[in-house]
């Protein structure tokens, strides 16, 4: 088999990860909504727990390449925004909107390496996580629709 994969790129989901579990760990104290900050909640448990998953892979990894620097960026770039900002205070739905956005994109990273990676191993370690993340994106994605009718409602 192979160790040929991308070192660059599983660096890069573990920062990613990490980050993601700092950032919703401390937004699912700053939202208004309980099952938002539930939901963020595990969101940080899940990154905590795919970053040390694929941190046991990294000493394996040869090879380096930075095309996922724009897309783990882009997300980065987004939490940080997300975290300083205090519109959430007076409405979760605008908080949610541009998170949803991020999210999508993180799968998008996760889905790409799962079609690019050569080791069957870390291939396989990625499909299981981008499902549980997918998961939890989905549920994002209830509440975002959620707020939406509730804010479509309370707006005369």
């Given at each position: 088999?192979?160790?040929?994969?991308?070192?660059?790129?599983?660096?890069?989901?573990?920062?990613?990860?990490?980050?993601?579990?700092?950032?919703?760990?401390?937004?699912?104290?700053?939202?208004?909504?309980?099952?938002?900050?539930?939901?963020?909640?595990?969101?940080?448990?899940?990154?905590?727990?795919?970053?040390?998953?694929?941190?046991?892979?990294?000493?394996?990894?040869?090879?380096?390449?930075?095309?996922?620097?724009?897309?783990?960026?882009?997300?980065?770039?987004?939490?940080?925004?997300?975290?300083?900002?205090?519109?959430?205070?007076?409405?979760?739905?605008?908080?949610?909107?541009?998170l949803e956005s991020a999210e999508a994109?993180?799968?998008?990273?996760?889905?790409?390496?799962?079609?690019?990676?050569?080791?069957?191993?870390?291939?396989?370690?990625?499909?299981?996580?981008?499902?549980?993340?997918?998961?939890?994106?989905?549920?994002?994605?209830?509440?975002?629709?959620d707020l939406e009718r509730h804010v479509?409602?309370?707006?005369p």
């Open positions: 088999m192979s160790r040929t994969y991308d070192h660059h790129f599983l660096e890069r989901l573990i920062d990613l990860c990490e980050e993601g579990q700092v950032f919703y760990s401390e937004m699912s104290e700053k939202v208004q909504s309980l099952a938002l900050s539930s939901l963020f909640r595990e969101m940080s448990r899940i990154r905590a727990f795919i970053a040390t998953d694929l941190r046991v892979l990294q000493t394996e990894v040869k090879s380096s390449h930075n095309c996922f620097d724009a897309p783990v960026d882009s997300v980065k770039r987004i939490h940080d925004e997300l975290s300083t900002a205090s519109f959430y205070d007076s409405n979760d739905y605008y908080f949610i909107e541009p994109q993180a799968l998008e990273v996760f889905r790409t390496g799962v079609q690019t990676v050569s080791d069957s191993v870390l291939k396989e370690k990625l499909a299981i996580h981008l499902a549980t993340m997918q998961l939890v994106h989905d549920r994002l994605k209830a509440s975002k629709f479509t409602r309370s707006t």
